[in-house]
C-alpha cells in the first residue's frame, strides 16, 4: 500500500528546507572577470579609487567660467574668446582664463579654473576664435565631478551577487580583471525505476527512456550548479542505497527522480532517511503536479526526491532546486519571477487549498497575448515541448476562467 | 561640427536592419544533446516512433474490462477476483479475464483484454484476491494510449527552437543522443577613443579604463553568440579602417564601441560605410540612451556602432544586437520580454516622440514591488550595477507620474 503522505504547503516547505542547509559551502575559486558571467562573488568589492578619476564633460562643447554666462541670450550672447582646445584622454593643462573658453569633448577633463561647459548647441563660433554663447549654465553644469560616481572605500558589488554584463563592466572599470567566485555546487542526478532504460539503449516493450537525468541536468546547469550523472538504478533497496550514498558523499547535493510507480517512490524516501541527519524533512506538498515530493538534508547537503515526471520536475525544480542550489552559491540576490500578463483562452479548475502549475502556450494577439492552457491527462512530454509559460493558481484560489487575464511565468 | 542624425523610431529602425540580414548564417555543428543546452536546433525533428510505445497506466490502481464497473458504488462495490500484477518494465502478457483485475503500477503496461484502470483508492482488497470497487471507470480511463503524446512522423521540435531542459528530455524520449544545431555566430568587438585604455592598465590622468568591451562580450555571450575582443584602437581614420575591415573579414558580426566625443562617433560611421553594401542603414534611433546608434550591413554581416556608455550599450544591445544574432543563428522563438509590475517611487518625464529606456531599482514592499527610477546626469556604471530593471517609456507618453504602476523588465 502507498504511504499516506502529509502534504505542506510550498512556501512553508521550502523555507523549512532552506533553513536546514548550512551556507554558501565553503570554496572558493578566482576567475577572469570576463568569463565570470553567471558567478557568484564571494567577498564584497571595495571601490579602490574614485570614480570617474577626473572632472570630466558629459556633452561636447566649451569649459567655461560660469559666472561669465550670467544673462546671456539670444539677442545679448555673452562673448568669450576661443583660447585651445582640451586633449582627449590626457591632462588639460591650459587653464580657461577670465574672458575665455576651451573646446571640450564629451569624456574630456576639464580644464583648471572652468566650473561649468556650455553644450555646444547653444553656441556659435565666428571667425577663428569669437564663441557667442546664448545660454546661461550652472556651476558644475555638464560636468561629472571626481567620485561622484563612487568615492574610494564604497562597497560597490556586495558578496552574493550573480556577475551579470554590468557587473563585469564595474569590475573592469576599476581594473579587477580577477575576481573570487563560489565554486559551483556540484549536484548528483539519479534516476531510479524498473522500467526505465538509457536514452543510449533501445527500449523492450514495457520500456521507457529515461528523460528526468538529462532534463533535471540542465535545469542544474542552469541554476548555476554543476550536474554529475549516475546510471540509472532498479527499484531494489540497497542498490537505490548504495547509489544514492555515493552520490551524497561525491557531491554537495543529490537530486533523484523516481521510477512512477508508487513503490519505487517509497523506497526513495525510506532511503534518503538513511542518509544522515536531519533526514527527512518534507515528504509530500500541496502543488500539483509534484505532491509526492520529498526534501531532506543529510549531514549538511540537501537531497531532494523529485516525481518522475516531466512537468513535476520542472515545477519542483523551480520551487526547490534552484533555490537550494543558490544557498548553496551564496547567493543573495532577490529571486524574481518575470512573467507577463496574458489572456486565459479556457477556464481551469483548481482545488482549493492546493496550488497548481498549468502549462500554456503563448500567442500574441490583437489584444495582448493569449494563453491556451494545455491540460494532461498524464505529463506527456512533448506537451510540455508545446509550452512556453506556466500559469500559477494560488492555494486559496478555486480556478481561472476563460476570458481571466492572468500572469504567466516565462518558460 | 557634429553630424545631425535623422533619428529614426527604434521599432522600424529594427525592422529595416534585420531584413536586410540574410539568415540564418549556414554552417551546422553537430554536438551531445546533453551539452546542447541554449543552442539552436537546425533542422526539424519528426518523431521516428509513437511516445508512448505502449499503453500505459497513468495511477496505481487495478486494470479492468470497463464494463464491469458499470453502476459500482460504495454501497454496492463491484467484486472482482485479483488475478495477478502487471510487471513495471516488461509485456504484461497475463490478460484481465471476465470477472477479473490486474494490480497495475503508475507506468506500467496495461494487459490484454484490459479498457481501463481503476484508482487504488476507489478499491479495496479484503482477502488475498477480493477486490471491491466502488466507483465505475470509462473506457480509456487512467490510461494513456499508444501514441497519445505524439505520433510517428509528428514534427515534434522545429528547426529554429531554443534549447532548454524540456527540449533535451523530448530529444532524450526518442533516444536522440546528438543533434545538428548552428555554429554560434562570432561577434567581434572594438573598442575605440583616445581616452580609453585596456583594463589591464592603470589610466593615466585624462585615460578611463575600457568596460565596453567586457561588458558587450558578456550580453553577446548571453545571447547566444561566441565574442571576439580586439584591441582599444586610437580615434584616427585609417587605424580604425583597418582594424573594423579585419574583424568585419574574421566574424559573422561586428560591434564597435565609439569613444565619447562626437568626432569618435562620427568617425564610426565613415569607417563602416567603407566596409561593404548595403552599408549604413539607419544613423541615429529615436531612443534615450543610444541615439547615435549606427546599424549597418556589409557584404551579408550586421555591423553596429554603439555609443560608448554602459547603459546605451545594454538598451541597444537589448533593441538591436540581441535581435541581430537570433537571426544569424536562425533562432525562430517568439520573444518574450519578461517583466513585474512594480509602483514608481519617483516621477518620470519623457519627450513626446522619443522612447525612454530608465534604470530602476526593485524592491518588495507590503503592497507588492516598488521601482526607484536611478536618474543619470551620465551614464555611471556603478548606477547601472544597482539597478535591477528597466522602465520603457513609449514614445507616446510624455512620462510617468510618481505612485503609477508600471511594468519593468527585469535586468
Redo the contacts between chains.
Sequence with gaps: ??QYLKLQPPLIARDHFLLQIPAPHPEIETCA??DS?GRILSEDLFAPHP????SRS?V?GYAVRSAETNGASDSLPAILRLAGEA??????KQPVLSGEAILI?????VPPEADAVVM?EQTQLTGTDNLEIFRPVAINENI?QIG???QTGDL??PAGRRI??????????????HVRVHRAPRVGILSS????VS??????????????T??????V??SGGVPV?YPIIP?DPEALFEAVSRAHAENDMVLITA??????RDLTSEVVARLGKPGVLVHGVNVRPGKPTILAVCDGKPVIGLP?N?VSA?VISGLFARPAIHKLLGCT??V?????SARLTATVSSLAGREDWVPVV?Q?SNQGYLAEPIFF??N??????R??GLLHIEADATGLAAGEVASIE??
Excluded: C, W
Excluded at 586633449?87 to 588639460?92: D, E
Design positions: 500500500m502507498p572577470t570576463s558571467l570614480l570617474p578619476q577626473f558629459t561636447d586633449p582627449m584622454g590626457k591632462v588639460a569633448h564629451t569624456g574630456g577633463m555646444l561629472i561622484e560616481d563612487v560597490v558589488i551579470r554584463p554590468v557587473e563585469i563592466g564595474g569590475l573592469m572599470s576599476f581594473g579587477v580583471i525505476g524498473d522500467e526505465i536514452p543510449h539503449e533501445s527500449p523492450q516493450p514495457g520500456q521507457v527512456r529515461d528523460i528526468n538529462a532534463t533535471m541536468s540542465a535545469i546547469r542552469e550523472d527499484d521510477g512512477s510507480s508508487a513503490s519505487s518522475g516531466p520542472l540576490d532577490p524574481y519571477h518575470p512573467a507577463i503563448l500574441p491527462k498524464s506527456l512530454i512533448f506537451n510540455l515541448v509550452a512556453n516565462i518558460l
